[in-house]
C-alpha cells in the first residue's frame, strides 16, 4: 500500500516483510518517553486517515492533532455549566473548510504542533520504530480506531533508567 511505503520513507521505520536492520543498542524495540495516552493513538490514526484523503503530509499532521484536541476538549466537559458554554467554545475552532490548518483557541495546529506534542513526548525513536508502523499496519488491515485505541497500547510502557538506581531501591 503506498501510504505505508510513505510513512516508512518519512520516518525510516521498515515495512512488513522487510528484515531489520543491524541495531547497535542491546535493547531490540525502544520504550516510550511517557505513558502512550489514547489521545496518542487517536491523533496518528486521523493523520494516517487525512493521508489516505489526500492531504500533503503537514497537513495531515495539522489535522490529526487538531481532531484529537477538539475530541478531548468535548469529552473533558462535565457539568451543564459547560455545556451551556459549548456555543462560545465552538467558537474557539476555527473551521476555515480551505485553510490547510486549524486553530484550538488561539494556537495554529500545524505539523510543529504534532511534531512536538505526540512525536517529542513518546520519543521520536519509539514513534518511527513501534508507534507509527503498528498504527499503519492496523490502519492499513481496516482496523476501526476504537478496536485498537487500548489494546495496541497495552504493553507499551515507558522504558524504566537503570542507571544510577541500587537494588534496595
Same mark, same amino acid.
Given at each position: 500500500?503506498?501510504?505505508?511505503?510513505? %510513512?516508512?520513507?518519512?520516518? !525510516?521505520?521498515?515495512?512488513? !516483510?522487510?528484515?531489520? *536492520?543491524?541495531?547497535?543498542?542491546?535493547?531490540?524495540? *525502544?520504550?516510550?518517553?511517557? *505513558?502512550i495516552r489514547r489521545f496518542d493513538v487517536f491523533a496518528?490514526?486521523?493523520?494516517?486517515?487525512?493521508?489516505?484523503? !489526500?492531504?500533503?503530509?503537514?497537513?495531515?499532521?495539522?489535522?490529526?492533532?487538531?481532531?484529537?484536541?477538539?475530541?478531548?476538549?468535548?469529552?473533558?466537559?462535565?457539568?451543564?455549566?459547560?455545556?451551556?458554554?459549548?456555543?462560545?467554545?465552538?467558537?474557539?475552532?476555527? %473551521?476555515?473548510?480551505?485553510?490547510?490548518?486549524?486553530?484550538v483557541g488561539d494556537e495554529l495546529q500545524t505539523a510543529e504542533?504534532?511534531?512536538?506534542?505526540?512525536?517529542?513526548?513518546?520519543?521520536?525513536?519509539?514513534?518511527?520504530?513501534?508507534? =507509527?508502523?503498528?498504527? =499503519?499496519?492496523?490502519?492499513?488491515?481496516?482496523?476501526?480506531?476504537?478496536?485498537?485505541?487500548?489494546?495496541?497500547?497495552?504493553?507499551?510502557?515507558?522504558?524504566?533508567?537503570?542507571?544510577?538506581?541500587?537494588?534496595?531501591?
Amino acid at each position: 500500500m503506498q501510504l505505508i511505503g510513505t %510513512l516508512g520513507e518519512t520516518y !525510516g521505520f521498515r515495512l512488513k !516483510g522487510e528484515a531489520m *536492520p543491524p541495531s547497535n543498542t542491546s535493547e531490540s524495540k *525502544p520504550h516510550p518517553d511517557k *505513558p502512550i495516552r489514547r489521545f496518542d493513538v487517536f491523533a496518528e490514526y486521523n493523520r494516517l486517515d487525512a493521508l489516505k484523503d !489526500g492531504r500533503p503530509a503537514d497537513q495531515a499532521k495539522g489535522h490529526g492533532i487538531w481532531l484529537a484536541k477538539v475530541v478531548a476538549s468535548r469529552r473533558n466537559r462535565t457539568s451543564a455549566s459547560d455545556a451551556d458554554g459549548a456555543a462560545s467554545s465552538s467558537k474557539k475552532h476555527h %473551521l476555515d473548510p480551505v485553510a490547510p490548518f486549524k486553530s484550538v483557541g488561539d494556537e495554529l495546529q500545524t505539523a510543529e504542533t504534532f511534531d512536538h506534542d505526540i512525536i517529542a513526548r513518546m520519543g521520536a525513536r519509539f514513534y518511527a520504530e513501534v508507534f =507509527a508502523p503498528a498504527i =499503519a499496519d492496523a490502519f492499513a488491515d481496516g482496523k476501526k480506531y476504537e478496536e485498537i485505541r487500548d489494546t495496541i497500547r497495552a504493553t507499551w510502557k515507558p522504558g524504566k533508567s537503570t542507571l544510577h538506581r541500587s537494588r534496595d531501591q
